[in-house]
């Protein structure tokens, strides 16, 4: 049975790779079983691991103590009147909700989380307290974060002083993309390691295992 | 110069053909390439090896199945390396894609390896809660409403690891594999609010975003990728060998292995480069002296 799982995941597999031979039926199919299984299996997570413990079961076994979670969970269901062309326009108040909570986190957490962090690591000791090399690496972060903000600073023109900081904001960009890319391609080499070890290990190799257990 | 006109107009599918053999080949000959350790897989590293037995690591499993070849060998050595220092494990996962699923996965993989560890007493799961942000910061008051039940379907005051923690501060550290955001919200908002320290183990496309995040202190360790997870099983395996039978087990793939293979092909490719660029040049070369 373990052997009969292993042949289907690995047949999708090559399905999903036979792709970059040329588009095809196998490809397709393996595509939309994909989304397909993506999302029962995100509906049965909700349902399973969140709806019934969080709504359903508080209500079912104390209601008086727990009725006050029919608040959220009316504002969630209201946003499916959006699919009534009569009340569609309730759906707005759930989604008014909804979006005024995640504007107010994200701007405290941007601020409080991102912003003041950054700014405040990037006020470093240009002295050789730091030792040498600790005032190089603080040289070179105060001279790469000045340069490319200079570089998206389009109120003055480029050019004398401010277009040579920008240029040199420009090889701090193209250094940070280089970096971002390199990992990039070691991220997608990984996914194939995973896959071709999987085939060559789970399946061919668990095969022909399986086979000698046979014989 | 007729190779040069040959390889521009080669048909990419023979470099994906390249590609494949040369993960393949790896794969079947291990080569065993040695493996350095840089100060951000350390960091976590020592971070967890300073822990006693009371101490309660929060493991967020927040990726899924199409990122495992890079979170699985991270999560599975973190995993045991608090299992081998008897810390205490929380585990949950706030990713809805399969992030549970991952956490039970690599939970049955890791405790083959540990048959004294006790549910309930040495660790517990949590599963998934939808909420996202929402989620994280309503832990920072009580985890016990958050999560009514465990996995499981235990209620949490039954569990009795989790009779004592409460709150992030009942918790030395937090580590998140995660595949998209939700690994910066622990830096940038669970950090940034309750003050509790935070390492995540992302996948190599992001790990460029966290090195932010590390050198503004908000993380005390990064594990980038694929390379990161083999930098962490290096520092397991030598700290504990009883660990590295787990780590020689016929089948079972863990990132050391998967480094030859990256090895092989990050070579190929920049051959790929080099290739393409003289071969461009020369191309551009040729086309101006053909304009003279």
Redesign the interface.
Known sequence: MNLLGIWIASFLTLCIFSF??KDNPFFRFAESLFAGV?LG??IG??AD??IR??LI??LRTNFAGNWDLLIPALIGVNLYTRYIPKANWWARWSLAIYVG??VG??MV??L???VL??M??TVVPLSLSAGPMGLLNNLILIAGVLSVLIYFFFSLEHKGAVGLTSRVGIWFLML?FG??FG????????????????L???WA??TVDALGRLL | MDWLNRLMALDR?WI?LL??IG??LP??FPIGFKVSVTPPAKALFDRIEQMGPDDVVLLSFDYGP?????NDPMADAVLRHCFSKRVKVVLLSLF???G?TMADQSLARVLRDFPDIRRGIDYAHL?????S??TM?QMGEDIHR????DRYGMALSEVPLLQRVRTYDDMKLVVSFATGIIGE?W???I???FHIPVAVGC???S??KYY?YL????MVGLL????GASEYERLVIDRYPIVEAAYTR??L?TAI??MD??TI??TL?LLFIIMANVAFFAGRGRAAQAKR
Do not use: C, D
């Open positions: 970059l031979y993506s299996y995100y997570q909700e691991q969140t413990p969080n079961e508080p909570y995640y986190v994200n957490q941007k409080h989380g991102e962090p950054q405040q690591s940070g970096a971002a990992y990039t391609v070691m991220g997608r080499v990984s996914l194939l390691i995973g896959r071709l070890n999987y060559i290990t789970q190799m668990g | 599918r994906f590609v494949a993960t393949a794969i079947i199409s990122t495992a070849p890079e809805p894609i399969g549970v599963g998934y809660k939808s909420g942000q929402a910061k958050v999560f009514p039940t919200w830096a940038n908002l950090n940034a609010q996948t190599a496309v790990a460029p932010a050198q503004s202190g908000q980038g990728g694929l390379k016929a089948g793939y292995k998967g293979a990256q092909i990050h490719i």
